[in-house]
């Protein structure tokens, strides 16, 4: 893994959620994030990802995820195509924009959201998330191309996809994973899957 502490990134604020560990594809045309990703490809430093903020100083999130390009296409229009994976999360400060308008900021590691690095890894009594997630990844090809490395074995994994991938608000979602007591959060998503895939 790479050393972030106090390092400058560029900052890719956009309506996705997501953790660590997780994939997620991005178009990409405005100038300044194609100069992002040239950056990011020619210095292997990655880039941060976080949620837009409608109230906040260039519309940063205080946190969010640094991003490794795994690899890139084009599409029928010819608009880069690139999928990422969430390395590890970080603390935003010191935000700023160059002449491109293009973020930046310095980054830090962070351990959030808290149950993810705690010992929460043993599936237990939640065996019905594990197998409803297979059962998501199994009908979604793009889903399963999409994800490299799958850890279905352990359960904040779980958990983690299970928030990036329910159609509920960002607002929810972030609230679900910063805010909520772990065995709460459980709680929500068992409630969830089982109305979904009773």
């Known amino acids: 893994m790479k050393e972030v502490d106090f ?27 194609l100069t992002m990703v040239k950056n990011a490809l ?9 949620t837009f903020e409608h109230d906040t100083p260039l519309n940063i999130s205080a946190q969010g995820c640094l991003m490794d390009v795994i690899d890139f296409d084009q599409d ?21 924009q160059d002449e491109q ?36 990844f199994a009908n979604n090809p793009d889903l399963q191309s999409l994800y490299k490395t799958t850890k279905f074995n352990q359960l904040t994994w779980i958990v983690a996809r299970w928030l990036e991938l329910l159609p509920i608000s960002i607002e929810k979602k972030q ?11 459980l709680s929500f998503l068992h409630t969830v899957i089982n109305n979904e895939f009773a």
């Open 7 to 33: 390092m400058k990134r560029a900052i890719f604020p956009l309506p996705i959620f997501i953790l660590p560990e997780g994939y997620t594809r991005l178009r990409i045309f405005e100038p300044r994030y």
């Open 42 to 50: 020619k210095t292997s430093s990655g880039f941060v990802l976080c």
């Open 76 to 96: 029928e229009s010819g608009m880069l195509l690139i999928d990422v994976f969430a390395s590890k999360s970080v603390q935003i400060d010191n935000v700023y």
């Open 101 to 136: 308008e293009l973020r930046h900021g310095d980054v830090s590691a962070c351990n959030t959201p808290y149950w993810y690095n705690k010992d929460n890894h043993e599936i237990g009594q939640h065996h019905l998330l594990q197998v409803a997630l297979e059962e998501v």
């Open 175 to 185: 609230q679900l994973a910063f805010e909520t007591n772990f065995d709460n959060l």
